[in-house]
């Protein structure tokens, strides 16, 4: 069986390639966590939520979503994919709103592909919000998100699993990209045991086509922290990642963990995080493929132009990169008062925490500096942040927002 698998590795390698040449682009964002303006009335319980929560600019989401779908009609990718986590906690308000979102896209001629994550289906936590109480509504089965998001990827799917929303579907030709559903209502955080003959036919079928495999999954295919990787990492991914492996899959797309972050397997097999589109600095990803090569990127969306251009008055949304900068800044220095890490949220500990952690979580940690006295203060401090700033420093220190791989 393996020198079939060989054979057909090198019978694909020897084929002329089916991808056009001119190139080609596709955009990826995740952790949406859109919020219907419907649930919502900003009162005080939501914004208490809020700002103890991580960071994430959720008052702005429907904003900010805007702004976002506008860059991506100007800029006519071949593809849009969501990885997960599209609704702040799975109502079906607000999956039915981001989907109508979603069609102006669509009606472009752009297509869009999504997954569900860990907050989108059989959700407990749906809820609206107003004043200082919640309110319990309804939330969505699986068969209820692939009818709402049916225009998204179901329906023009090569191939869709029985077993779970995973499907395979071609943006672009001589590219498929794999859409691996890892939160199904019994397992989730894991691909179902039953997903996986249906996984290894579509593999073995892209490829016998000579067809190069994008895959996409919300929780990671590797541990991109020492420190935080439980339940971060996709359950059985040994097994998932030794099928990516033996079929030549050419990267995997992920998010969930809400920072910017690549790894590589020991095989080779790279892995890119894209960071949540609702925590600073608010970016997606760019994948721009030809010749045989991809190249990713990430770009700020900028919705103080989309603020400005539709007459918005709200000054954060006019400085809405220094609004979200601020915001993210201040949920690390709460958090590090919290864990009685610093004195108060003015401490010069707790602010050069927060821009170390706003480095961190933007992927540029080419920029931190691991001999700075006040990380030596932090591990010496025996606390849960000087773990993490030590766990961070022992990594290579480089810039993960760029990465260039073979297609």
Known sequence: MRMLFSLLALMAALMPAALADEGHTLLIATDLHYISPALTDHGAYFTRMLENGDGKVTAYIDELTDAFLREVIARRPDGLILSGDLSFNGARRSHEDLAAKLRSVREAGIPVYVIPGNHDLYS????????????????????????IYRDFGFDTALSRDPYSLSYMAEP????????????????????????????????????ADGAKVIAVSHQNLLAHSGLLSNGFVIANASLLRSLYERYGVSVNLSGHIHMQHTAT??????????SSLAVSP???????????????HTEAVDV???AGETGQADENLL?????????FSATTRRRAVARMSADSVTSPMSAWLADFNAAYFSGRMDTLDAASDMAAHWIDSDTFFGQYVQSILSEELKDHTRLSFPL
């Open 124 to 147: 407990y936590m749906s809820a609206s919000f107003e004043g200082d109480a919640f309110t319990r509504v309804p939330s969505l089965t699986a068969e209820e998100f692939a009818e």
């Open 172 to 207: 672009v030709p001589g590219v498929r990209l794999l859409m691996l559903d890892t939160n199904t209502q019994h397992m989730e955080g894991a691909v179902a045991q039953n997903t996986f003959a249906w996984l290894e036919a579509e593999l073995q079928r892209a490829l």
């Open 265 to 274: 397997s020991e095989a080779g097999l790279p892995e890119i995080v894209t």
């Open 282 to 296: 608010c970016q997606y990803g760019v994948l721009e493929i030809a010749g045989g090569t991809a190249q990713y």
């Open 304 to 306: 103080a132009a989309w």
């Open 319 to 327: 400085h809405f990169r220094q609004y979200a900068a601020d915001y």
